[in-house]
DNA sequence: ATGCCGGGCGAAGCCCGA
């Protein structure tokens, strides 16, 4: 079961670079980040025509996460636990049936924090305090799960171009980098990492000042996977190739391949 | 380069991203 996450920075503007790539890499599951729009706007015949069940937990302008599936999803669950007064949509969560094990599966578009002198830097911090809090309780379970997303968080040194131009932001800050760890420790597996030690692969270049034909990017899209999901991981990448086309998106998919 | 692109909103120019 191969199972994609990708920050498409508006499913509106980039609908045909999302098709082309479905087509091209036939994803089982794709967790979209930064939809930017509400649940009745997203295009959820188009996508089904391409044989994806759809489900969406949107808002107007900001934010926005989907997830599609080839296989039935059940318990489709919008919102990450922990503050009722949150209503950015940043999290939704799935079981997509199997052969074997279902999995579990959430699309997560964790918050930017800068600047880091602020509120939005306290949001981001807590809103990984609850990521780990929910995470907990995940791994009670004992089954098999994906967190697939844009995390915000450069995990070290080796997963950005100039670690010295981003130690003051808020996706490279102690910080938020321990926070990471912290979910890292309860027994997650960055699947990318699992299967490749080499440092500066990226799955982010900014739209400025040609970072991408510079290879100016950053690692910030991660799978992570629970110890039943972890024993299943065949293989992971990150595809940089939708980053070549016109109008891109400034992410790329990232993907991991789990036995059926 | 604390805004160089790019998207939303809405119809100019500001907010936001990472």
């Given at each position: 079961?191969?199972?994609?996450?990708?920050?498409?920075?508006?499913i509106?503007?980039?609908?045909?670079?999302?098709?082309d790539w479905?087509?091209?890499a036939?994803p089982?599951?794709?967790?979209?980040q930064?939809?930017?729009?509400?649940?009745?706007?997203f295009?959820?015949?188009?996508?089904e025509?391409?044989?994806y069940?759809?489900?969406?937990h949107?808002?107007?302008?900001?934010?926005?996460?989907?997830i599609?599936?080839k296989?039935?999803?059940?318990d489709?669950t919008?919102?990450?636990?922990?503050?009722?007064?949150?209503?950015q949509?940043?999290?939704?969560e799935v079981?997509?049936?199997s052969?074997s094990?279902?999995?579990?599966?959430a699309?997560?578009?964790?918050?930017?924090?800068?600047?880091?002198?602020?509120?939005?830097f306290?949001?981001?911090?807590n809103?990984?305090?609850r990521l780990?809090?929910h995470?907990?309780?995940?791994?009670?379970?004992?089954?098999s799960?994906?967190l697939?997303?844009d995390?915000?968080?450069?995990?070290?040194?080796?997963?950005?171009?100039?670690?010295k131009k981003?130690?003051a932001?808020?996706?490279?800050?102690?910080e938020?980098r321990?926070?990471?760890?912290t979910?890292l420790?309860?027994?997650?597996?960055?699947?990318f990492?699992?299967h490749?030690?080499?440092?500066?692969?990226?799955s982010?270049?900014?739209?400025?000042?040609?970072a991408?034909?510079k290879?100016?990017g950053?690692?910030i899209?991660?799978?992570l996977?629970?110890?039943?999901a972890a024993?299943?991981?065949i293989?992971?990448d990150i595809?940089?190739?939708?980053?070549?086309?016109?109008?891109?998106s400034?992410?790329v998919p990232?993907?991991?391949?789990?036995?059926?």
């Open positions: 079961m191969k199972i994609a996450t990708w920050n498409v920075n508006s509106k503007a980039r609908l045909d670079n999302v098709r479905l087509n091209m036939e089982d599951v794709l967790c979209m930064e939809i930017k729009c509400i649940d009745e706007n295009p959820v015949e188009a996508l025509d391409l044989g069940n759809v489900a969406v949107g808002q107007k302008t900001y934010n926005g996460v989907a599609l599936s296989r039935p999803m059940e489709v919008p919102g990450l636990p922990g503050d009722k007064l949150d209503d949509a940043r999290y939704l079981v997509v049936s052969n094990a279902p999995v579990r599966v699309a997560i578009y964790l918050p930017n924090g800068n600047p880091v002198h602020g509120p939005k306290a949001y981001k911090l809103w990984m305090d780990i809090q995470t907990r309780k995940l791994l009670t379970y004992e089954e799960f994906v697939a997303g995390y915000n968080v450069i995990p070290s040194a080796d997963d950005v171009h100039d670690p981003w130690e932001d808020a996706l490279f800050k102690p938020s321990a926070k990471l760890y979910l420790n309860l027994g997650l597996t960055d699947a990492r699992a490749h030690g080499e440092p500066h692969r990226y982010f270049w900014n739209y400025q000042a040609g991408w034909p290879d100016h950053i690692r899209d991660h799978l996977l629970s110890p039943p024993d299943r991981l293989d992971a595809d940089a190739e939708p980053r070549d086309r016109e109008k891109p400034d992410h990232v993907w991991c391949k789990l036995e059926d």
